[in-house]
Nanobody, 121 residues
Framework: VPLQASGGGTVQPGGSLRLSCLVS????????IGWFRQAPGKEREGVAC????????LYFDSVKGRFTISRDKAKNTVYLQMNSLKPEDTAVYYC???????????????WGQGTLVTVSS
């Protein structure tokens, strides 16, 4: 499943960014899509996920209340709206896909390339 992430950049603390993940060749109804991130020197961690058929969302503790995951089926795109950004949000952000939501959170089958988010004053 080809996944193309975009929208990264540099933003000041407290600012916002929206990341996009374009999913090609498959229906969003059939795949759970997730955002993950990896900061320098740290392990990759989950950020947020959205399920296929019923659009249930899951957020990891570090971003709850600040980030929102959504999707536009007409554009086959999943978004990650990031508000109140902190320096510790600095990382390469990846989108990933898997037919199963649980498998998505434990070991996605498909990965896109990353997009760098830098939060710095």
């Amino acid at each position: 499943v080809p996944l193309q992430a975009s929208g990264g950049g540099t933003v000041q603390p407290g600012g916002s960014l929206r990341l996009s993940c374009l999913v090609s060749g498959v229906s969003l109804d059939d795949y759970a899509i997730g955002w993950f991130r990896q900061a320098p020197g740290k392990e990759r961690e989950g950020v947020a996920c959205i399920s296929g058929k019923d659009e249930q969302t899951l957020y990891f503790d570090s971003v709850k209340g600040r980030f929102t995951i959504s999707r536009d089926k007409a554009k086959n795109t999943v978004y990650l709206q990031m508000n109140s950004l902190k320096p510790e949000d600095t990382a390469v952000y990846y989108c990933a896909a898997d037919p199963d939501m649980i498998d998505l959170t434990t070991g996605p089958g498909y990965w896109g390339q990353g997009t760098l988010v830098t939060v710095s004053s």
